[in-house]
């Protein structure tokens, strides 16, 4: 709110937005991530109030897709919405993926 009153009508683009867990898979091969979900949740909900008081919010990308390596953590820290085992390389999607996938899809926080 505090860039769009300084900057009236300048349009504005979220560009790296997320958060780091060690979240692994259980025993069942799924990833339960489920702080993840609530910080987009949370972090999400602000961003629409903010659009409907007026903030010109074009665009917004969650970082990042998949975990990846950090510079400063190396491969500790994981922050994407699919889980990628380093070693082989199998990508799964964790609970926050699929989360994610149905608010593009429905539009609903929920």
């Given at each position: 709110m505090r860039i769009s009153r300084e900057y009236k009508g300048t349009p504005m683009e979220i560009t790296e937005s997320g958060c780091s867990y060690l979240d692994g898979p259980d025993e069942h091969g799924r990833i339960p991530d489920d702080r993840r979900i609530q910080f987009l949740r949370g972090y999400l909900d602000e961003l629409g109030r903010a659009m409907i008081n007026s903030c010109n919010v074009r665009a917004y990308h969650h970082w990042s897709l998949m975990?990846?390596?950090?510079?400063?953590?190396?491969?500790?820290?994981?922050?994407?919405?699919?889980?990628?085992?380093?070693?082989?390389?199998?990508?799964?999607?964790?609970?926050?993926?699929?989360w994610?996938?149905?608010?593009a899809d429905a539009g609903d926080l929920q």
């Open positions: 975990d990846n390596f950090e510079w400063a953590e190396g491969f500790c820290q994981r922050f994407g919405l699919v889980y990628v085992d380093f070693r082989s390389q199998k990508r799964t999607i964790k609970d926050s993926g699929k994610y996938a149905k608010l």
